[in-house]
Structures are given as structure tokens and as C-alpha cells.
């Protein structure tokens, strides 16, 4: 009995990538594709809606809502860097995002960390300030 106790415990004591995890690497996070729920504190993200997906542990690809992008992502224990953005060059000024692609493409650049909370990726800055929320499609 005292052996399943241990067991219980230790599993508790475990962080689940549901309850804040941080990716070990990108590797972690390869295939699933995510769309923006917040971005940069504006919680109404409008349609189209920014899509985030890690095409290879170093490697994201997705869009802007308007413009397609891809570029460099290391995941490194939550730790995030990404590296310069190539994005398509769509003149998209019939969209009512107001800013929201330029806003999307900001907090990529700007994020140092990376965490699967309740489902959700977020990513966080340097200060550990939330930029932006992601759900599964």
C-alpha cells in the first residue's frame, strides 16, 4: 500500500503539459497546427485567424491571416527562440483586422518561451508576460 502512495505522489508531483509543460523541443510540438484565440492582449481575434504549426522541430510555418510565413523555431526545455520570418507580400488591406497580422507576426518574433497550458500553446516574452494564446483547431 505504501509503495502505491509513493506512486500517486510522485505522479502528482509530475508537471503535466496540461497544466503548464514546457516542450523539451520543437520535436514535441511537430505536426499540430494552432489558431490564435489572443493576440498581444486582444482577445477577439477575427477572421481569418493567425495559424501557428511546427513543420519540423525547427521549423514553424502557418499565416498571418492574410500572409503565409515560415521560418526558424528552437524549442529548448520551453525555451523559444525564433529566428527572422519569411512571409509572403499580399497586400491584404480589405481585411477588417486592424493591425492584428503585424500584431500576430510582433509577439512570434518577441516570444522567449513556450507552454502547453489546460490544451492551449502560449507563448510568453522574456518577462513572462502572456503575448499570445493558441487552441487546436
Do not use: H, M, Y
Not at 34 to 63: C, K, Y
Not at 67 to 83: I, K, S, Y
Not at 95 to 120: C, H, I, K, N, Y
Amino acid at each position: 500500500a505504501s509503495s502505491l502512495l509513493v506512486l500517486l505522489v510522485s505522479a502528482c508531483a509530475l508537471p503535466s503539459p496540461q497544466q503548464g509543460g514546457l516542450p523539451a523541443s520543437g520535436a514535441a510540438l511537430v505536426g499540430q497546427e494552432w489558431v490564435a484565440t489572443q493576440i498581444a492582449g486582444v482577445s477577439t481575434v477575427l477572421a481569418p485567424v493567425p495559424r501557428l504549426r511546427w513543420a519540423s522541430a525547427e521549423q514553424i510555418t502557418g499565416s498571418g491571416g492574410c500572409n503565409a510565413f515560415a521560418g526558424r523555431a528552437v524549442v529548448n526545455q520551453g525555451a523559444l527562440q525564433v529566428g527572422n520570418l519569411a512571409a509572403t507580400g499580399r497586400l491584404c488591406v480589405a481585411l477588417p483586422q486592424g493591425g492584428q497580422e503585424d500584431r500576430f507576426f510582433a509577439v512570434l518574433e518577441s516570444a522567449r518561451t513556450v507552454r502547453l497550458v489546460d490544451g492551449q500553446l502560449v507563448l510568453e516574452d522574456a518577462a513572462g508576460q502572456i503575448l499570445a494564446r493558441f487552441a487546436k483547431p
